[in-house]
């Protein structure tokens, strides 16, 4: 048996000096960088408009939005308008005031349709919301249609103009880099671009018109013996606080400041009145004229009509026209 030993040979162990360093951090890469504002103040303008009827008008919010990203990047964006409350207050419906004790309802929606109305910030209406993308390299400017609309049905006074001022208006957005776009509703978290308006205004036309006029007939009469009496109506409608005169013209027969009914040749003399005594002549100046104020509804004025006696008066069919005049 052959054994053998081995020696061991020696262990040779070395060493390295280590040349300490120091580990620098890079600059964080600032990805929160979208800013968005409004520079313009938008303004609603209905004009002036009949007393009662609706009318529409229409403006643009105008959203710029930045990406100042250091590195190229896309932002995807969520923002939502909201329109405050301002003054006069109300919503559903809004209100403007003419400064004389009268409003003028409106409200503001965010589509053609006026189904899909725009609140203030914190109310129960559904968000307008908008989604887009901002790219690093460029700057967008997003739109934001708003529709306004007077309702119909309101009997409001001329006398001046109406407006309102929603006040605490904004624009709330929210966005993200990536892949990932912002959660429904997002904006209602986000950042806020504030804006003012330039206001909302509308006027009231100072208007009159005359609805209704019926005929006057004073019947059948045997020879005139006696007086006889009738009366016609005249119907209408003027804006709320607007000053009228109605007058009546001397008709198509009338001689030296007498009324007459023509039945070919021959003439009988009538004469027509504002009042039931039959005392005060209704002329054609503002003086003989009756005067009033309106009140946005329907007025009817009574004309009072006498035919004096007159025997002997020949037989036929006697007429005249006699035309109003409504001066507001």
């Given amino acids: 048996m052959n054994i053998k030993a081995i020696q061991p040979s020696a262990l040779q162990l070395c060493a390295r000096a280590v040349t300490p360093f120091l580990l620098a951090m890079l600059p964080a890469i600032e990805t929160a960088a979208v ?20 009318r529409g008008t229409y403006a643009v919010v105008r959203l710029q939005c930045t990406n100042s990203s250091l590195l190229p990047s896309v932002a995807k964006v969520e923002a939502c308008l909201f329109v405050g409350e301002g003054t006069p207050t109300g919503v559903r419906p809004r209100r403007m005031y003419n400064g004389a004790g009268a409003y003028l309802n409106y409200d503001i929606y965010a589509d053609a349709g006026n ?23 460029s700057p967008q400017e997003i739109s934001f249609p708003i529709h306004g609309r007077v309702h119909s049905g309101q009997s409001v006074p001329a006398t001046s103009a109406y407006q309102g001022q929603p006040s605490g208006s904004m624009v709330s957005y929210s966005f993200t880099h990536g892949i990932f776009a912002p959660a429904d509703g ?11 308006w330039s206001g909302v205004h ?23 013996a006696t007086a006889q009496k009738s009366t016609s109506s005249i119907t209408l409608s003027c804006t709320p606080n607007t000053a009228w005169t109605a007058t009546l013209d001397d008709g198509t027969h009338a001689s030296a400041g007498q ?11 009538y004469e027509l009145y504002s009042d039931p005594a039959r ?50």
Wanted: aromatic fraction near 8%; proline fraction near 6%; charge should be negative.
């Fill in 35 to 54: 800013t968005c504002q409004i520079n313009e103040s938008p303004s609603l303008n209905f004009g002036e408009g009949a007393p009662g009827e609706a």
């Fill in 115 to 137: 189904i899909r109305m725009i609140g203030p910030f914190g109310s129960n209406y559904t968000p307008y919301s908008l989604r887009f993308e901002v790219p690093s390299s």
């Fill in 186 to 196: 997002a904006c209602l978290t986000g950042k806020q671009a504030l804006f003012s």
């Fill in 202 to 224: 509308a006027r009231i036309a100072n208007t009159c018109h005359i609805s209704q006029t019926t005929n006057m007939d004073f019947g059948e009469s045997h020879g005139l």
């Fill in 259 to 269: 009324r007459f009914m023509s039945s070919g040749a021959n003439r009988i003399a």
């Fill in 279 to 328: 005392q005060q002549r209704w002329g054609n100046t503002d003086a003989t004229g009756v005067s009033g104020t309106g009140t946005g509804t329907p007025e009817t004025l009574t004309v009072h009509g006498l035919v004096p006696a007159s025997p002997g008066t020949r037989q036929g069919s006697y007429e005249d026209i006699v035309t109003v005049t409504l001066t507001y």
